[in-house]
């Protein structure tokens, strides 16, 4: 069992800049990959940046140069900055996670998700 937690989510002006974190605990070893979400109200989900357990790194064309996903394994934390932001990226983040099952195959685990909100 993996339970995440986002945090960081708020209200900023077109261009600012804001930090999410995802925290883990639970059974952490067990992590595989780790994304990014976001939904904006009736839009589809959209998986926007990646990153595995041994620091690979993917992107979509829409955040790359502005979002940077990181990862502390210590910590069980994946962190987001995200920076000139445009009204496009306000929605709910959430962030996921591949977990190893003890026997066999993989689940995935999400955060309960985290306000972002950009004015104009």
């Known amino acids: 069992q993996v339970q995440l937690v986002e945090s960081g989510g708020g209200l900023v002006q077109a261009g600012g800049s804001l930090s999410l974190s995802c925290a883990a605990s639970?059974?952490?070893?067990?992590?595989?990959?780790i994304a990014w979400h976001r939904q904006a109200p009736g839009k589809q989900r959209e998986l926007f940046a990646s990153?595995?357990?041994?620091?690979?790194?993917n992107y979509v064309d829409s955040v790359k140069g502005r979002f940077t996903i990181s990862r502390d394994n210590g910590k069980n934390s994946v962190y987001l900055q995200m920076n000139s932001l445009k009204p496009d990226d306000t929605g709910v983040y959430y962030c996921?996670?591949?977990?190893?099952?003890?026997?066999?195959?993989?689940?995935?685990?999400w955060g309960q998700g985290t306000q972002v909100t950009v004015s104009s």
């Open positions: 996921s996670a591949e977990v190893r099952r003890v026997v066999s195959g993989y689940d995935e685990y």
């Open positions: 990153i595995t357990t041994g620091g690979n790194i």
């Open positions: 639970g059974s952490t070893f067990r992590i595989n990959d």
